[in-house]
C-alpha cells in the first residue's frame, strides 16, 4: 500500500542518494534577471542555496528517530554548481540541530563556497561564507532572520554583513535585506522583495567615496576609465516593477565636497556639492519607455567643462525637468528650467534623438533674464577667448525666445534692456535697447522632405519680421559715436536696412543710406554699403587715433562699400580736405577686416596741401609753401606699412611763397642721411645768423620693400646724391641726401624723433 506523502516531502523531495533536486531555488532564480536585481543576485543566490539545502534537510524527519538531546548534523558537498550566469566551486552546506520527541530545538546552517563568479562581475567573489544561529522552519515560511555574511570581493575588500531572508511557502516571496557593507568610510545597505514577478527593491548609502564607486562601476564593466575623484556621496534608491519593466522609483542623492576630472583634463570640479531629487515611472503602454521629474541644484563649488567655468559659491544653479526616456531612442523634455542665481533664467521643452541626424531635434526656449555681466562672463566670455572680444565690459539685461528645428536655430527674437557692450579696442554701444527679431525663413529640411514627398510643392517662406535698435552713445575704432537708431530685418544669413539711418560721428554724421548683409557669420560673408559722411572734423579725428591735431574737414561719398570673400573694398574715390588741400583715397582694399592680422591696400593721392599748416601740427618746423604727391601701391600689415611707392614733392605751378626754418633744414637733413653737414653748414658763416631761408623746390620719395627704403629727392645730382632742398637766392641753402637704402624701422624712428621734439635752433 502506497503511503500519503506528508506536504512538505512533495515541495523538498530527498533521493535515496541524498543529493537535492533543488526545486525551490530553480523557481527562483528566473526572477533575478531582471535589471533592478543584479546589485543582489549573489547573496539573494547563495542565500537561496543555502535556506534551500536547509529546508530539504530538515523538512523530513523519520518516525524512527532517536530520541530527545541526539544531535542530527546533516552536510552537503557540491564540488561545482553552475546557472546561467553564475558559476560555484566548492560549495558546502552544514545544517545541526536537536529534535525529538516532545519538542524541537529550531536548527542552526552554515554555507561556505569557496569561489562565486557572476556574469555581471569581472572579478571573482572568495570565501563566501554564511552563518545561520537559528533557521526559521515552519509551514508558512522558511528563512533566517539573524544571519551573518562574510564574503572577499577585491573591488570594495573583505565584508561582514548582517542579513535578513524569508521565503513565503505559500505565495513564493522572497525578502532579503542586507546592512552592514562598508564601502571605504561609508556604508550601503540593501533591501528587496520578489513576489511572482513583481519585485521591490531599496538601495541606501552614506558618505561613500566617489572613488570607491568608480572601482565598483569598473567591476562592472562600465566606462569610468580615465577619472579621478574625491568627496562623498549619500543616496537611496527606491524601485518597485515586474519582470524587466519599471513601475515606479526614486532616487535622492546628495553629492558633498566633490573635486574630480578626466585625464585629458577638459572636466573637472573642485569642492562640489550637487543635490539630486528624482522620482521615475514606467510606461504602461510603451514596455521601453520611462517618464521622470528631476531636480538638481548646487549651491557651492566650482566646475570647469571646457571652455565654461561656473562658480556655484557665488551663482548658485538650479535645474529642473520632466518629460521621458525611450531607452536607446530617444529623450523628451516636456518642461525644464534652468535658474542660474544673478545670471540667467530660462524654461522649455525640447526632442533628442539618438541615432543618425542631428541630436537636438526640437527646442523652445524662453529667456526670462540674462543679466550682464555675469552673462557675458560665464557663457559668452569663454567662446570668444581667441577673438578681439575676449575682454568685454556689459551691463544691462536681456529677455527672449529660441526655436531650434532638426539641429537648426529657426527663430530668435531678443529684448534688450540698456545692455552696455564695450572693449580695450575702442568698440562700444551704450544703453542699446529694442528689439532683435530673426528667422530662418525657410521651412525646416524635414518639412520640406515630407510635403515633397507627397506630391505637393515646399512650403513658403516665412516673412521676417522687423526689428529696431537705438542707443545712447558707442564708439567705433576709438571714433565718439553719438545717439541713433537703426530699422531692419534679419533672417537666415540676410540683413537689411529698412530706411535710411543717421548716425553721429564726432562733430559730423554718417548718412547710412542703404546696407545689405549676406551670409553672415560665414567665410563667404558678404555686404554693400551706401553711405554719406557730413564733415566731421580731422582735428577730432586725429585725437581719437591719436595723431597730431591739425585742421581741416572729412567729407565724401562712399558708394559701394562691399565685402566679399573676406575682402573690404570700395567701389568709389574718399576725398578729404586737409592742410587747405585735397587727400584722395582710391582703390581701397582691406583683407581680414574682422582677424587679428588684417591687411590693408589702396593708392592715395595730395594735391596742394599748405606746408605752413602741416609742418605745425607736426612739431617738424616750419616751412611755406605747397605739397603734391601720392602714395601708390600702399600696403599695411597689422596695421603697420610694410610696401608702398611714395613721393612727395613742390607743386611745378606753386606760386606761393617759399621759405624754411632752421629746424626744418635739420630735420630734412636727418631724413636723407646728411645731418651732421647739414647742422655744420647752419653753425658757421652767415648762415647762423639768419632762422630761416628761400628754397626753389624741394620733395623726398620712398620706394618700402623688405623693411628698406630706397631714398630720392627732387633731383638726382652727378655725384650720385639727390638734392632734399634745392636753395634759391641769398642766403642759399641747399639740402643733400647720400644715403640711397636706409632701414625704415630706424627711419620710423627718426620721423617720430624730429615730429616729437622741438630740436636746436642755430644762431
Request: proline share 5%; hydrophobic share 40%.
Amino acid at each position: 500500500m502506497r503511503t500519503r506523502k506528508d506536504p512538505s516531502e512533495r515541495l523538498y523531495p530527498i533521493r535515496p542518494t541524498g543529493m537535492a533536486r533543488w526545486s525551490v531555488v530553480r523557481s527562483i532564480v528566473p526572477v533575478w534577471r531582471a535589471p533592478a536585481w543584479k546589485v543582489v543576485t549573489w547573496t539573494a543566490l547563495v542565500c537561496t542555496l543555502w535556506i534551500g539545502a536547509s529546508a530539504v534537510a530538515t523538512a523530513k524527519i523519520p518516525a524512527s528517530a532517536p530520541g530527545p538531546g541526539v544531535p542530527r548534523d546533516i552536510v552537503f558537498s557540491l564540488k561545482h554548481a553552475q546557472g546561467k550566469d553564475w558559476q560555484a566551486r566548492d560549495v558546502r552546506i552544514g545544517v545541526s540541530g536537536v529534535s525529538g520527541a516532545g519538542g524541537a530545538e529550531a536548527p542552526s546552517a552554515i554555507l561556505t563556497i569557496a569561489q562565486l563568479k557572476l556574469a555581471s562581475l569581472q572579478e571573482t567573489l572568495r570565501g563566501v561564507r554564511i552563518e545561520c544561529p537559528r533557521l526559521d522552519l515552519s509551514d508558512e515560511a522558511f528563512g533566517c532572520r539573524q544571519a551573518r555574511v562574510a564574503a572577499d570581493w577585491p573591488v570594495i575588500g573583505p565584508q561582514i554583513l548582517r542579513a535578513r531572508i524569508r521565503y513565503g511557502r505559500a505565495d513564493a516571496t522572497l525578502d532579503i535585506s542586507l546592512d552592514g557593507l562598508r564601502l571605504a568610510q561609508g556604508t550601503a545597505e540593501l533591501q528587496g522583495t520578489l513576489r511572482a514577478r513583481a519585485w521591490q527593491g531599496g538601495l541606501k548609502m552614506s558618505n561613500v567615496p566617489p572613488a570607491t564607486l568608480m572601482q565598483i562601476a569598473g567591476a562592472l564593466a562600465l566606462p569610468v576609465a580615465g577619472w579621478s575623484a574625491e568627496g562623498e556621496v549619500s543616496l537611496s534608491v527606491e524601485a518597485r516593477g515586474s519582470g524587466t519593466r519599471l513601475h515606479t522609483a526614486t532616487i535622492d542623492a546628495d553629492v558633498s565636497m566633490l573635486s574630480a576630472h578626466n585625464d585629458r583634463g577638459s572636466i573637472a570640479s573642485d569642492q562640489l556639492a550637487i543635490r539630486l531629487r528624482s522620482r521615475l515611472q514606467g510606461d504602461d503602454r510603451a514596455a521601453n519607455t520611462i517618464h521622470f521629474a528631476a531636480q538638481a541644484e548646487s549651491g557651492s563649488g566650482q566646475v570647469y567643462a571646457q571652455p565654461f567655468f561656473l562658480d556655484f559659491g557665488v551663482h548658485a544653479l538650479s535645474v529642473q525637468a520632466t518629460g521621458s526616456f525611450a531607452s536607446g531612442r530617444s529623450l523628451r523634455l516636456d518642461n525644464f528650467s534652468w535658474t542660474h542665481a544673478g545670471v540667467a533664467q530660462a524654461a522649455g521643452e525640447a526632442r533628442i534623438a539618438f541615432g543618425a541626424g542631428p541630436p537636438l531635434r526640437s527646442m523652445r526656449l524662453d529667456l526670462a533674464g540674462l543679466r550682464f555681466p555675469e552673462a557675458y562672463e560665464s557663457y559668452l566670455q569663454p567662446l570668444l577667448l581667441d577673438t578681439n572680444f575676449k575682454s568685454m565690459q556689459t551691463s544691462g539685461r536681456v529677455e527672449g525666445h529660441l526655436e531650434v528645428e532638426d539641429g537648426v536655430p529657426r527663430k530668435i527674437a531678443l529684448t534688450l534692456d540698456e545692455l552696455d557692450v564695450g572693449n580695450r579696442l575702442g568698440f562700444g554701444l551704450a544703453g542699446l535697447t529694442g528689439q532683435v527679431n530673426w528667422s530662418m525663413t525657410r521651412p525646416p529640411l524635414a518639412e520640406t522632405r515630407r510635403e515633397v514627398k507627397a506630391g505637393g510643392a515646399a512650403p513658403p517662406a516665412a516673412r521676417q519680421q522687423a526689428s529696431h535698435l537705438q542707443w545712447r552713445s558707442g564708439a567705433v575704432f576709438g571714433l565718439e559715436v553719438g545717439g541713433g537708431a537703426l530699422a531692419f530685418t534679419a533672417g537666415d544669413r540676410q540683413f537689411h536696412l529698412l530706411r535710411p539711418a543717421r548716425i553721429p560721428v564726432l562733430d559730423g554724421a554718417i548718412d547710412l543710406q542703404s546696407f545689405r548683409m549676406r551670409h553672415t557669420g560665414s567665410t563667404g560673408m558678404a555686404f554693400l554699403i551706401d553711405a554719406q559722411i557730413e564733415p566731421m572734423s580731422i582735428a577730432a579725428l586725429g585725437r581719437a587715433f591719436g595723431w597730431p591735431e591739425f585742421g581741416g574737414r572729412l567729407s565724401g561719398k562712399v558708394s559701394k562699400l562691399r565685402m566679399r570673400d573676406g575682402v573690404l573694398t570700395l567701389g568709389t574715390i574718399l576725398r578729404a580736405q586737409v592742410f587747405d588741400g585735397m587727400v584722395t583715397v582710391a582703390d581701397l582694399r582691406l583683407e581680414e577686416p574682422f582677424g587679428q592680422w588684417p591687411r590693408f591696400y589702396s593708392n592715395i593721392a595730395l594735391d596742394g596741401l599748405d606746408l605752413e599748416s602741416l609742418t605745425r601740427a607736426f612739431s617738424f618746423g616750419r616751412i611755406s609753401g605747397r605739397l603734391s604727391g601720392g602714395i601708390d601701391g600702399l600696403q599695411l600689415f597689422n596695421w603697420m606699412p610694410v610696401a608702398f611707392d611714395a613721393r612727395l614733392y613742390t607743386p611745378e605751378h606753386d606760386r606761393s611763397r617759399h621759405r624754411i626754418s632752421q629746424h626744418a633744414v635739420q630735420n630734412i637733413g636727418r631724413i636723407g642721411g646728411g645731418g651732421a653737414g647739414v647742422t655744420a653748414a647752419l653753425s658757421s658763416g652767415v648762415m647762423r645768423f639768419f632762422d630761416d631761408f628761400n628754397y626753389d623746390r624741394l620733395g623726398v620719395s620712398c620706394r618700402l620693400q623688405n623693411d628698406v627704403c630706397t631714398m630720392g629727392g627732387v633731383e638726382d645730382r652727378a655725384d650720385g646724391t639727390y638734392y632734399l632742398v634745392k636753395g634759391k637766392g641769398l642766403p642759399r641753402i641747399d639740402v643733400i641726401g647720400s644715403s640711397r637704402r636706409v632701414d625704415w624701422p630706424r627711419l620710423v624712428q627718426q620721423l617720430m624723433a624730429v615730429t616729437q621734439a622741438e630740436g636746436p635752433v642755430v644762431r
